[in-house]
């Protein structure tokens, strides 16, 4: 009878098998992240290598094997366990550009964080401004679990995609990037000096979950007018500027009003409305009385 050669032979390695550690579900998941693969090519491959091995099959089998189908490292391996993020992300502090779309008023920041939450950057190093990236393969392979978290179907998500385009800035495009010697079609995140803000991760997750565009709006706008030196201080801002800031009309009080609410609620922000006297002048110029007003002075929750 004649011998079949095993086609993974050159894979296996018999010597030192028993020393390494088998395939699980949490090696896998690693490899998946670490060369960018998809849940159908994990798991192809994963069933490809345990009918070669058996249960001697160990994750540099599986490694090995998806470096044989022509895969390189996508992103440089953390030590966080990412599988308990939400979003498949190494990013501590997720990046918002605030210079352009977020005033207008159609434009969903709740799409725009989902898709910076999977997106990458060339240099890590780099401060200021930047661009981060992501390709539109990336994202449709995501699609499904950026529409859970959002609470939208692909439908709408993708025609808020195509909202934010159409406004032609440079802050949201589709380039033309070259990976692994092939252009790839990638969606780029442009931000620059003074036009961003970054976003904790687990505040991220709270954003884009539970609360709505608006939310993520008004928050991003706060982080970066709440700041000084670096730092987070007390800050009176109007209405009017706010809500303008926001895309919204002057006669959106009572969305800012409520806006504001779920944000206190959620611990993100805090306010103080300070009672200010404000002198009466009559024609010639001299003080006949004063008009109370009050201001509302906003703060950032950093705990």
């Known amino acids: 009878m004649k011998n079949i050669k095993n086609p993974f ?11 390494r550690p088998r395939i699980n579900n949490t090696n896998a998941t690693e490899l998946k992240e ?29 490694e090995d094997y998806i470096r044989k189908q022509g895969h390189k490292v996508y992103n440089v ?12 992300t190494a990013q501590n502090t997720v990046v ?39 390709s539109l393969k990336k994202v449709d392979r995501n699609m499904d679990k950026l529409c859970e978290q959002i609470n939208i179907s692909p439908s709408q998500f993708r025609k808020h995609m195509r909202t934010l385009l159409k406004n032609n800035s440079d802050e949201f495009k589709i380039v033309d990037r070259e990976y692994n010697g092939e252009v790839v079609k990638c969606y780029e995140i442009n931000y620059v000096e003074g036009g961003f803000i970054t976003i904790p991760y687990a505040k991220v997750e709270k954003l884009i979950i539970g609360l709505s565009n608006n939310c993520i ?36 009080d009572r969305i800012l009003k409520i806006t504001t609410e779920t944000l206190e609620e959620c611990k993100l922000i805090k ?9 009466i002048l009559n024609d010639e110029g001299l003080p006949i009385g004063s008009s109370p007003k009050s201001k509302i002075y906003y703060s950032i929750v950093t705990e």
């Open 96 to 134: 918002l550009p605030t210079k352009q779309l977020i005033k207008i008023k159609n434009t969903d920041f709740r799409v725009l964080l989902a898709i910076s939450t999977i997106s990458n950057v060339d240099d890590i190093t780099k401060s200021g401004a930047n661009n981060r990236y992501v």
């Open 34 to 62: 670490k060369y960018n693969l998809s849940s159908i090519e994990l798991d192809s491959y994963t069933t490809n290598v345990l009918s070669a091995f058996g249960t001697d099959a160990t994750v540099d089998d599986l």
């Open 77 to 88: 391996e953390v030590k966080e366990a990412i599988e308990k993020r939400i979003f498949n």
């Open 271 to 279: 306010t103080n409305k300070v009672w200010e006297s404000e002198s």
């Open 9 to 19: 032979a050159d894979y296996a390695n018999p010597f030192s098998a028993n020393c």
């Open 217 to 252: 709006k008004l928050y991003s706008n706060l982080l970066w007018l709440c700041q000084k030196d670096g730092e987070f201080i007390d800050k009176h801002i109007s209405q009017e500027n706010l809500l303008e800031l926001m895309g919204l009309s002057k006669n959106s």
